[in-house]
């Protein structure tokens, strides 16, 4: 994760660092012309605490570098508490200045670390002025709180069906609530593999009175080059969401700047103590700096879309699709606003009018797509091509940033892995990589990306979407060197592979 911040929420990046002045001047010039943030929210503050990347659960959509296990050596993980004890982060807290205080406790797995977080929540039930907010799998005892005081803590529940059953999950947010949690809302990520049970557990969790949030997923994870939604998909999201939410959860509209309070508002904490505020670039450590003044204007975005949460882009100034006032905008006031547009806009358009804003929305993303191809770089054929090494029917490489050519990990992390790989034949494009260990398939891709370096270098235009990227959850591995398998399959089914990649293992 990337975190910045600057004296006034002005950050700082290696792409503005080319022109500062220009740009701090262009920054400057917006702030002046922002409107000031309300008088009424200038007390009150948001802290995106992502704690901890530990996690019991290895979803194929997940955006996290998640760890299933703790070192045996005791080297510090991405986890808050491997850094700073809980009476120090609680202390850190203290030194927010707002009277209202809400904290989003997210991960990986909040729970998991359950002695130091009931540890944190008793901490923070003792000051009236913070509220609790935890994104979070369920899959915990509830009992084990039984002593926390829970009125201001309110759950994100998110259902992953690949992982745990519809069942146990009913079972589990039954036994949450039934122990005096709020759970303000489930949330059901619409990924390929969660499409098909998506009616049954959407209407037993309704049934049970639960508000079942319904996100179109982030291609992200196994999917990260997924840039297709199937119409079954896109139903579903329409159903189930307001316009504001798909325009920026599905089309991900260009920001070219335009003025958002959001950085006004939040701060993003990481379990290092790192801290910035949100959306802008560069970090600095709480507990040595403390937190940064937050700017008191509406800002210019900083980025090149808002990769959204759904609170991120109801801060934006003068949105023409929403139209309620600025606030901090919470789970529960998600829950209430899009169960109203449900009840007062969807539940009332006809099968033909779904029907159409699934063609819409697919038309807005093919004219994306269209753009995004245009601007892949013309690869220029050589009539010269350089030879391909004989006897092998697959070409390609695993990427080494940093000039490492091996991955280093624990048994059972999660690593990300690109490159690119092209079939020798001509005119047979592969349609999968498969990862192996040993006899063991541990991940595939099926969707690939341009890769216009691949292309010139060996003058061959059909080699162009050759890019793979995916985050592979490793098996339980003895310490050591192990051979990462990556193999293309053809589309006659043939398979090949590249030499094997070092996995090293150090616990
Ligand atoms: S998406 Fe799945 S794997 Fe990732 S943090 Fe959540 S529960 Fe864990
Ligand atoms: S538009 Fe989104 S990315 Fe940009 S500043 Fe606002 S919340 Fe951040």
């Keep these: 994760m990337t975190r910045g911040i600057h004296a006034a929420g002005i950050g700082s990046s290696g792409k503005m660092s080319l022109f500062p002045e220009l740009y701090l001047t262009s920054v400057l010039q917006s702030i002046q012309a922002a409107p000031d943030l309300p008088e009424h929210l200038r007390d009150e503050v948001r802290v995106n605490w992502y704690m901890t990347q530990w996690c019991n659960y290895s979803c194929p959509y997940c955006p996290v570098l998640v760890f299933h296990k703790r070192t045996k050596s005791g080297k510090p993980q991405p986890h808050a508490f491997d850094y700073y004890p809980v009476e120090k982060w609680l202390e850190l807290f203290d030194t927010v200045q707002a009277s209202k205080l809400h ?204 990769i959204g949460c759904c609170e991120m882009y109801r801060a934006i100034v003068d949105e023409p699709l929403y139209s309620n006032p600025l606030k901090i905008f919470t789970h529960r006031d998600l829950a209430q606003e899009v169960s109203a547009y449900r009840r007062d806009v969807r539940s009332k358009m006809t099968d033909e009018e779904v029907r159409r804003e699934v063609r819409d929305l697919q038309a807005a993303l093919a004219t994306i797509r269209k753009k995004r191809s245009e601007e892949i770089p013309h690869v220029t054929v050589n009539s010269i091509k350089p030879a391909l090494p004989e006897g092998q029917n697959v070409i390609g490489y695993v990427d080494a940033p940093d000039s490492k050519f091996y991955v280093e990990a624990r048994s059972r992390d999660r690593i990300m892995l690109t490159g690119w790989l092209a079939s020798a034949h001509y005119g047979a494009p592969l349609k999968e990589i498969r990862f192996r260990i040993g006899d063991r398939q541990i991940g595939s891709v099926k969707e690939f990306y341009p890769r216009p370096d691949v292309a010139a270098h060996f003058g061959r235009e059909n080699w162009l979407m050759s890019g793979w990227r995916t985050m592979i959850y490793l098996p339980a591995l003895p310490p050591g060197e192990h051979g990462l398998i990556v193999e293309g399959v053809d589309p006659l089914g043939s398979t090949a592979s590249i030499p094997p990649w070092p996995v090293r293992i150090s616990e």
Excluded at 191 to 219: K, Q, W
Excluded at 221 to 226: K, N, T
Excluded at 262 to 270: I, T
């Design 103 to 306: 904290i989003h406790l997210t991960g990986g797995e909040p729970f998991l670390d359950r002695e130091n977080l009931r540890a944190l929540l008793r901490g923070f039930a003792a000051k009236p002025r913070i509220h609790t907010y935890i994104s979070t799998n369920g899959a915990w005892d509830p009992a084990y709180f039984a002593d926390v005081d829970k009125s201001r803590i309110f759950l994100d529940i998110g259902f992953h069906p690949t992982q745990t059953s519809l069942n146990e999950l009913v079972r589990q947010v039954v036994r949450i609530r039934e122990a005096g949690f709020n759970i303000a809302i489930v949330n059901y990520v619409l990924s390929p593999e969660n499409t098909d049970i998506f009616d049954e557990a959407f209407a037993r969790l309704s049934g049970l009175g639960f508000y079942v949030h319904v996100s179109p997923m982030f291609p992200t994870g196994e999917h990260i080059s997924r840039e297709v939604r199937t119409d079954r998909e896109m139903e579903i999201v329409v159903r189930h969401n307001t316009r504001l939410d798909l325009h920026y959860k599905v089309i991900w509209p260009e920001m070219n700047k335009r003025l958002c309070f959001y950085p006004a508002l939040n701060y993003s904490l990481g379990w290092d103590g790192g801290v910035q505020v949100s959306c802008f670039d560069g970090s600095q450590n709480a507990f040595e700096h403390g937190f940064p003044a937050l700017p008191r204007q509406a800002v210019a975005c900083p980025q090149h879309s808002c």
